[in-house]
């Protein structure tokens, strides 16, 4: 959810952007580098780790062969079409890194910033649908806490704080109050006491360049 929302704030940012300013294509670039950079790329470690989970252990959970073999062709088809998303996403940071003077590269990232966003919605609406429904119901919920916390390991300390802000932006962002509840529930009150400084300190100086 944060992928989608901060890829359609790159594409109204790159339409918004003079090509012919330097100082917007270095706006741009910084853009770029933190959408695909750091948040696609956080994405793509942990659904390299994810989805290689949920088979396992759906799999290990359910006794019934035919859901398990479907639940596995869905996770397949998942995992290409996120090989898509990120082979996208590697030739618009190439294209910004490349040649930040190419009068037409606006448009190609405004292009390609709607196409991440709009597969990247499809592949959450799959997952909501048939992947969290199977796992919450085959897979122990310690289980389910064990793999966050290998999350947050790999991830390391200040990746997983600024995700976190990511994550509570878009909770606020949908105005939803189940949500929101949601989220309380979920987060011990420490981290969520922190979210504001953490916001000011780690989310605004990289995602700030968005609000340009």
Known sequence: MSMIRESERLERLALRLNPEKDEHSEVLRKAVDYVIGFNRRGLERVEDAFFPWMKQHVSKGCKDG????????????????????????????????????????????????????KATRAMLKRELTYLMPTVANTVPESEQNKFNNRVITMLGVFDSRLHLVHMHEVVRGTKNKMEEELWKEAIPSLPRSLIPHWRRSLYLPKAGVLDF
């Open 66 to 117: 035919k859901v398990v073999a479907a639940f596995s062709t869905i996770i397949d088809h998942l995992e290409e079409e996120s090989q898509v998303i990120s082979k996208m996403a590697g030739v618009m940071s190439k294209a910004v890194s490349a040649d930040a003077h190419n009068p037409n590269l606006n448009r190609e990232v405004a292009s390609a910033s709607q196409k991440i966003a």
